[in-house]
């Protein structure tokens, strides 16, 4: 019988998952951030007061089997003087789809009859949440974009709205086998999933391994300095009884050069993994490739396969 997995994340990190995962036989469920709030989602959020539709449909897309037309179709992003400026079809689709079936996750399940999904995907909320984060020195900035951009230390992230996650999402956890927190903005993708008491309640009432894959490099502004460690203890702090059981890391070699373009460019570091202050079972194998635009990457079906095998022991 073909195992389940609930997926929580965000973003680019969460989609690169995904689209290895659904390479294995198991089913999918994965649970969105819905609290971006930048570029066109941010347009759109402001204009029809709707959750953020950017991850949504970054992630239908990574699930989707269609032809890449379609994902081409959806991801196209309009260029132009007008109102249209920034916007993506798939954005504006599922912002109708929410006026037309009620909610975001109505919305959903109509349109991923079409993109013929591999999985399910779950907005974590259908309401308007707005993130919050209190920095180092104790202020208070509201808005994902703007705690992202806001250069200091974050201290924590939380809702500005008692929030509620949805009742599949809740129902999926509960009768997973693995809940995994995928690669991403630690901060603002993969932990706004663990801001929900009745998640986090989910969470601890399951038998499911929880597993979390490591980002290969920090994040400006996030994750300074953080090693895997930093990035474990951060994750474990948000979780309630249950903590992480495995942390995925990568163990090939990155070359010099590149680590050093990445540092110079990005202000972006190579994530160490201190096996000495690791306090979960750390499940390192070569997971990184060279993408043709010469940049690093999640080799996609090697972490895939390595998720299928923790699974399988």
């Known amino acids: 019988m073909n195992k389940n997995i609930v997926v929580l994340g965000g973003g680019t990190g969460q989609s690169v998952l995904l689209k290895g995962l659904k390479q294995f036989p198991c089913n999918i469920t994965a649970v969105v951030s819905v609290a971006d709030d930048g570029k066109s989602t941010g347009k759109l959020r402001q204009e029809f007061n709707i959750p953020a539709v950017g991850d949504v449909r970054r992630v239908l897309i990574a699930l989707s089997e269609t032809e890449d037309i379609v994902e081409k179709l959806v991801n196209y992003r309009f260029h132009t003087t007008s109102d249209l ?3 993506t079809v798939g954005n504006i689709l599922l912002t109708a789809l929410i006026d037309i079936c009620g909610d975001l996750s109505s919305g959903v399940k109509q ?7 591999k999985g399910n995907v779950l907005p974590l909320t259908d309401e308007c949440v707005t993130l919050m984060g209190e920095m180092e020195d104790g202020q208070i900035v509201e808005g994902e974009h703007n705690i992202t951009q806001t250069p200091k230390r974050i201290k924590r992230v939380f809702y500005k709205e008692e929030t509620k996650a949805n009742k599949d999402v ?7 086998d693995a809940i995994i927190l995928s690669m991403g903005s630690i901060y603002t993708s ?3 999933n663990l801001l929900c008491k009745d998640v986090i309640d ?3 009432k399951s038998k499911s391994k929880i597993i979390y894959v490591c980002n290969l490099f920090t994040q400006p502004g996030e994750t300074d300095n953080f090693k895997v460690s930093d990035h474990v203890n951060l994750i474990n702090s948000y979780l309630g009884k249950r903590k992480l059981d495995i942390v995925i890391t990568n163990s090939k070699k990155v070359d010099k050069e590149l680590v050093k373009r990445y540092e110079t460019t990005e202000q972006k570091s190579l994530v160490v993994v201190d096996n000495k202050n690791i306090k979960t079972k750390n499940v390192s194998k070569p997971l990184v490739k ?5 940049t690093l990457k999640h080799d996609t079906v090697k972490l895939g396969l390595e998720i299928m095998n923790i699974l399988a022991e």
């Not at 060279?290 to 010469?294: G, H, S, T």
């Open 202 to 204: 989910a969470i601890d």
């Open 190 to 192: 993969v932990i706004p």
């Open 111 to 117: 349109v991923s009859k079409t993109l013929k999904l």
């Open 290 to 294: 060279l993408d043709v635009d010469n």
């Open 170 to 176: 809740i129902k999926q956890i509960k009768n997973s």
């Open 85 to 87: 400026d920034g916007h």
